[in-house]
């Protein structure tokens, strides 16, 4: 079974820090690219970042370039997002998915996590 476990979302001032954790299991995580999607109540879901687990490229919305970091331990099965310098804007539910194609800089995903909060205040 294919299981994507995201955490590490809460409550955090702009300006401030978050680093998401996705842990994945049930699939050959080498093979696969890893991403981070966000949601925002009454907006479209969004790419933000992926990473290419078998050579480690990796692809950023331009709204978070800069800010944010995707990186990837293949020992653990695990990606993270380290999120800097952060705004009320980035206020959402952050889902992790695991796909094998990158369109157009985001991720075909076909398998999606539930989802943590990361809430941003002014």
């Known amino acids: 079974e294919v299981q994507l476990v995201e955490s590490g979302g809460g409550l955090v001032q702009a300006g401030g820090s978050l680093r998401l954790s996705c842990a994945a299991s049930?699939?050959?995580?080498?093979?696969?690219?890893i991403g981070w999607f966000r949601q925002a109540p009454g907006k479209e879901r969004e790419g933000v970042s992926c990473?290419?687990?078998?050579?480690?490229?990796?692809y950023y919305a331009d709204s978070v370039k800069g800010r944010f970091t995707i990186s990837s331990d293949n020992a653990k099965n695990t990606v993270y997002l380290q999120m800097n310098s952060l705004k009320p804007e980035d206020t959402a539910v952050y889902y992790c998915?695991?796909?094998?194609?990158?369109?157009?800089?985001?991720?075909?995903?076909?398998?999606w996590g539930q989802g943590t909060q990361v809430t941003v205040s002014s």
């Open positions: 998915a695991a796909g094998h194609t990158v369109v157009a800089g985001t991720l075909d995903a076909d398998y």
């Open positions: 049930g699939f050959t995580f080498d093979d696969y690219v």
């Open positions: 990473i290419t687990n078998s050579d480690g490229s990796t």
